[in-house]
Every structure is written in structure tokens, then in C-alpha cells.
């Protein structure tokens, strides 16, 4: 069963670009009608839906974060990757790295996030 | 943008009851509705997708209905394992995924 783990620096310094990493393992990132997403939480809070990936590089990326954002796939890897740049205190969250299934219901295609990590927390401060 | 809200905010139930959430979006997302469950320092779990199709292993006691803004989220018989925070999603705008603000469900 395909399993998805968060990987990065946990803490990152206001102004400097946030990456994470997430390897996909059990399964090939490229089978498959997928996209893999990003989503964060700040401690205590709701869910935050940043972007995603298709594995054909196609992007779809929240706005109030687009200027700031940039996901990627490797292949070749098996992982894709989160990169957040001109951080500050309030990027501190909870990151999660997710699959985005595309499933056949009432005739139309939907997608629902049905594989997670575990989240990886990500501190920004000096 | 596409705005989420859930009512109530938080909930008190007991084992056995029947709980109800709601979802309302901010303008016609069809049936493009998720309904997910995070536990305490766990990442969300998929219950619901489509509005109202169960997500593959999810028990029957949760079912979800719906369509245009308003959608509601129903637990039949409440389990201990059922406390918990659910969230609706919307996936109508591939502009962005928009997840309403969360709903608690704790003991009561």
C-alpha cells in the first residue's frame, strides 16, 4: 500500500525558502490518475490547501500563496517537493504532503486527498 | 474564492447518538464535497467524497448528502473513536482546494 513520508529542515529562518520533500514508497509516483498535494496547519488551527502536482508537471497552487510557492516531481525519485520562499512567522505549521485520488462517482470524475504523511512540523524563527 | 463554513464549530455527544454537521459553501460547488477526520496529532483521514460516496473502508455509519452550498455530514450511531475534528473540502475549484474551518466532536 503506498505510503507517503515528509522529509526537511525543521527550522528555517524568516526570509529564507522553506523545502520539503516527500517520498512516495509502495507505489510509483507516475501510476495512476493522480496529483500529489501539499497542505499545511498552524498548531490549533484548520487545514490550509497549498498546491499540487500532476506528474506531468502540471500545477495548481493556492492563490494567496502563489507567488511564493513552487512544487516540483521527481520521477525518477518517487518523491515531489515543496519549496516556500520569503518565509515568515506565520508559515509556522504543520506540513502534510497527500495524494489527491481521482475517483468515479455519479457518472463524474471527483478527487479526495486519501493518502497522507504523518506531517512534519516546520518552525520559522531566527 | 470559494468559502467554506461549518456549523456548529464544536460539539458535545455521547456513545451511541446520532451527530450531524454541516457544511455550507459560499456559492453552487455542485457535489464536489470531501468530508475528512483528523485526530489529535494525526494527519486528516477521508470519510466522504463526491458529497456523499464512502470512501473505501470507512464504516456505513458515516454518510454524507447534499449538493449546490449546503451539505451535511451524519454519523448514525457515535463510537468512541469517532471523537475527533471533521473538516469539509471543497474540490469544485481547481483554483483552490478550500477546507471549511473544522468541526470538534468530544465527549460529552
Known amino acids: 500500500q503506498v505510503q507517503l513520508q515528509e522529509s526537511g529542515p525543521g527550522l528555517v529562518k524568516p526570509s529564507q525558502t522553506l523545502s520539503l520533500t516527500c517520498t512516495v514508497s509502495?507505489?510509483?509516483?507516475?501510476?495512476?490518475?493522480?496529483?500529489w498535494s501539499w497542505i499545511r496547519q498552524p498548531a490549533g488551527k484548520g487545514l490550509e490547501w497549498i498546491g499540487r502536482i500532476y506528474t506531468s508537471g502540471s500545477t495548481n497552487y493556492n492563490p494567496s500563496l502563489k507567488s511564493r510557492v513552487t512544487i516540483s516531481v521527481d520521477t525518477s525519485k518517487n518523491q515531489f517537493s515543496l519549496k516556500l520562499s520569503s518565509v515568515t512567522a506565520a508559515d509556522t505549521a504543520v506540513y502534510y504532503c497527500?495524494?489527491?485520488?481521482?475517483?468515479?462517482?455519479?457518472?463524474?470524475?471527483?478527487?479526495?486527498?486519501?493518502?497522507w504523511g504523518q506531517g512534519t512540523t516546520v518552525t520559522v524563527s531566527s | 474564492d470559494i468559502q467554506m463554513t461549518q456549523s456548529p464549530s464544536s460539539l458535545s455527544a455521547s456513545v451511541g447518538d446520532r451527530v450531524t454537521i454541516t457544511c455550507r459553501a459560499s456559492?453552487?460547488?455542485?457535489?464536489?464535497l470531501n468530508w475528512y477526520q483528523q485526530k489529535p496529532g494525526k494527519a486528516p483521514k477521508l470519510l466522504i467524497y463526491?458529497?456523499?460516496s464512502l470512501q473505501s473502508g470507512v464504516p456505513s455509519r458515516f454518510s454524507g448528502s447534499g449538493s449546490g452550498t449546503d451539505f451535511t455530514l451524519t454519523i448514525s450511531s457515535l463510537q468512541p473513536e469517532d471523537f475527533a475534528t471533521y473538516y469539509c473540502?471543497?474540490?469544485?475549484?481547481?483554483?483552490?482546494?478550500?477546507f471549511g474551518p473544522g468541526t470538534k466532536v468530544d465527549i460529552k
Open positions: 473540502q471543497q474540490s469544485y475549484s481547481t483554483l483552490i482546494f478550500t
Open positions: 456559492q453552487s460547488i455542485s457535489d464536489y
Open positions: 509502495g507505489g510509483s509516483i507516475s501510476s495512476g490518475s493522480y496529483y
Open positions: 497527500a495524494r489527491d485520488l481521482q475517483q468515479l462517482a455519479h457518472y463524474y470524475y471527483y478527487y479526495g486527498m486519501d493518502v
Open positions: 463526491a458529497a456523499s
